[in-house]
């Protein structure tokens, strides 16, 4: 039985798949926001989460853990030092995975998935919590 096993295969051998999950997250880290097939986004998901959730306590312990699957000093520099900071009070919940269609070649389901905190479209705070001045109605008789 296939309880509790989180692993989506994408159709490559371990190796393949750890390399190719890690060069994702990285570059996931850096842009904020990558294109990729659905499938591979809901396995980066998976991946990447427990790395961010991780980062919150920033010691040495959690560093060498996320660099063990990261493999790659200036992606674990910026998810401690970046990521971390803006991400440090929200519970869970990270990434966002949104569809954006069929690719053009193969057919294949494409999405976009994104960081949730770095994203300025859906949290721009600033416009919709202004509140202007009630208008008061004079009546002149």
């Given at each position: 039985m296939r309880h509790g096993k989180k692993n989506i295969k994408?159709?490559?051998?371990?190796?393949?798949?750890?390399?190719?999950?890690?060069?994702?997250?990285?570059?996931?880290?850096?842009?904020?926001?990558?294109?990729?097939s659905s499938?591979?986004?809901?396995?980066?998901?998976?991946?990447?989460?427990?790395?961010?959730?991780?980062?919150?306590?920033?010691?040495?312990?959690?560093?060498?853990?996320?660099?063990?699957?990261?493999?790659?000093?200036?992606?674990?520099?910026?998810?401690?030092?970046?990521?971390?900071?803006?991400?440090?009070?929200?519970?869970?919940?990270y990434t966002r995975i949104i569809k954006l269609g069929n690719r053009l070649g193969d057919n294949a389901s494409m999405a976009m998935i994104e960081l949730v905190d770095f994203n300025n479209i859906y949290n721009n705070t600033s416009s919709s919590k202004t509140i202007d001045e009630p208008v008061v109605e004079s009546s002149a008789e």
């Amino acid at each position: 039985m296939r309880h509790g096993k989180k692993n989506i295969k994408l159709g490559r051998k371990t190796a393949h798949r750890k390399a190719m999950l890690a060069n994702m997250a990285i570059s996931l880290l850096q842009h904020k926001r990558i294109t990729t097939s659905s499938t591979k986004a809901k396995a980066l998901k998976i991946f990447i989460e427990p790395l961010i959730t991780k980062s919150k306590n920033d010691n040495v312990h959690n560093r060498r853990l996320c660099f063990s699957k990261l493999r790659n000093k200036v992606g674990v520099q910026i998810l401690f030092d970046e990521i971390s900071k803006k991400i440090a009070d929200r519970p869970g919940g990270y990434t966002r995975i949104i569809k954006l269609g069929n690719r053009l070649g193969d057919n294949a389901s494409m999405a976009m998935i994104e960081l949730v905190d770095f994203n300025n479209i859906y949290n721009n705070t600033s416009s919709s919590k202004t509140i202007d001045e009630p208008v008061v109605e004079s009546s002149a008789e």
